[in-house]
Nanobody, 123 residues
Framework: QAQLVESGGGLVQAGDSLRLACAASGGTWYAMGWFRQAPGKEREFVAV????????YYGDSVKGRFIITRDNAENTVYLQMNSLKPEDTAVYYC??????????????????WGQGTQVTVSS
């Protein structure tokens, strides 16, 4: 059975960095993505990476600050978050999908989701 487990969230100050990890089991997927959801807001696309790691896309609000990588040997995807801002505060979710393309920016594209990890950035 497929399972995604996120880790690495926490409480940090503005300007700090955090590294999230998502350990996958029960399968391998071409596209691995990160989304986030703040209270009262819709789930927002953060980043996605393809199988080989040579194609990545980022949401406009995190571009230049966040970096997504993956280790296929460990079946793990990472999200390095730098220069964090209070508006980055949200629950961050890992997601896995079988295909690729522009639909990877939508949460509806993904087949499996983790339980989420809270990231709180204080000002």
């Amino acid at each position: 059975q497929a399972q995604l487990v996120e880790s690495g969230g926490g409480l940090v100050q503005a300007g700090d960095s955090l590294r999230l990890a998502c350990a996958a089991s029960g399968g391998t997927w071409y596209a691995m993505g990160w989304f986030r959801q703040a209270p009262g807001k819709e789930r927002e696309f953060v980043a996605v990476i393809n199988w080989s790691g040579d194609s990545t896309y980022y949401g406009d609000s995190v571009k230049g600050r966040f970096i997504i990588t993956r280790d296929n040997a460990e079946n793990t995807v990472y999200l390095q978050m730098n220069s964090l801002k209070p508006e980055d505060t949200a629950v961050y979710y890992c997601a896995a999908g079988a295909g690729w393309g522009a639909r990877a920016f939508s949460p509806h594209f993904y087949d499996y989701w983790g339980q989420g990890t809270q990231v709180t950035v204080s000002s």
